[in-house]
């Protein structure tokens, strides 16, 4: 576990040396590859993809928004908003993987989530999925990695994590193993 925090340690060092943001926001709407941006907006009914992207601020999803972040390096935060206004509408869902976040990731009221092989300074905190499958795996977090009322089958699995493992009020219960954190608690106790 302190491998994978010295890690995390030094790469989020390297992102407070970048330079200092311009006003060059970006409303994704579709794929965008090599790109650099301050902040990124995904309206909702639009899809994001971000491929080896540089944010030098944060991502933000509203309601009915669908992400992708790959192989992307954001500085600030990856939220998406809570408060869906269509109830079975398939986009809606956040995957981040294979990037580095310097703060934290957010999720709320998705269809379903992935993020998998990511290196977060902050925490991810995953809440009220409507639906699943969710993956939480393989990441190193320096903070908590937080999983409270989702619904469907989840898997939590493989991540280190520098503070807590919070599972509450699932359905069904995350399944998975191999984390490492300072404590495990609620339905991640065994995980």
Not at 5 to 31: K, M, N, Y
Not at 56 to 84: E, K, M, W, Y
Not at 139 to 168: A, E, K, P
Request: aromatic fraction near 4%; proline fraction near 4%; include cysteine.
């Amino acid at each position: 576990m302190k491998k994978g925090l010295v890690v995390l340690a030094v790469s989020l060092a390297a992102l407070a040396a970048a330079p200092a943001a311009h006003a060059d926001d970006r409303e994704c709407t579709g794929l965008e590859v090599g790109m650099q941006y301050d902040n990124v907006i995904v309206r909702g009914g639009f899809f994001c993809v971000l491929e080896n992207a540089q944010v030098r601020g944060s991502v933000t999803v509203f309601p009915n928004g669908d992400l992708t972040i790959d192989q992307s390096t954001i500085q600030g935060n990856v939220h998406t908003a809570l408060g869906t206004t269509l109830p079975f509408d398939l986009m809606n869902s956040t995957r981040v993987l294979n990037s580095t976040v310097g703060g934290s990731i957010q999720t709320g009221e998705d269809v379903g989530i992935e993020i998998a092989g990511n290196l977060v300074g902050g925490n991810i905190t995953v809440v009220g999925t409507r639906v699943g499958p969710s993956n939480v795996v393989d990441n190193t977090v320096g903070g908590n990695l937080q999983y409270f009322n989702n619904n469907g089958v989840s898997n939590i699995s493989g991540n280190n994590v520098g503070g807590n493992l919070q599972c509450s009020e699932n359905t069904p219960p995350p399944i998975g193993g191999g984390n490492t954190a300072s404590s495990k608690e609620g339905q991640c106790a065994a995980l």
